[in-house]
């Protein structure tokens, strides 16, 4: 599958790679992503 065509950016920097982050609440031990 080829990639973007245009590179992505992101506040003037190129977006190289994406980390997802999924916040974890003070109780809450399961996090789904």
């Not at 977006?15 to 399961?30: A, D, K, N, Q, S």
Request: charge should be positive; charged fraction near 15%.
């Amino acid at each position: 599958m080829p990639g973007p065509r245009q590179p992505f950016t992101f506040l003037g920097h190129e977006i190289l790679e994406i980390f997802p982050y999924v916040p974890i609440g003070v109780r809450l031990r399961t996090g789904i992503a």
